[in-house]
């Protein structure tokens, strides 16, 4: 696996795990797809660093179960401020 790659993976977990981030946050934050933050936590960072693998899916595992209700809420706020 290339260096930078590795390089992208680590940091695209360590701000999850800093920031509470969700794939869609960081994928802005890195300039790179959300599949690509997806392919990096779950595939290559657990082949580099498994214990921080494990921290950053634990995060987006979080965030997977509460994005109904963020949903929600957008839904929500979006339909106030047009009435």
Known sequence: MKDYIEERAIGIANYIVENNATVRQTAKEFGVS?????????????????????EARKVLDINKSERHIRGGLATREKYLHHA
Do not use: C, G
């Open 34 to 54: 959300k599949s690509t933050v997806h392919k990096d936590v779950t595939e290559r960072l657990s082949q580099i660093n498994p214990v921080l693998a494990k």
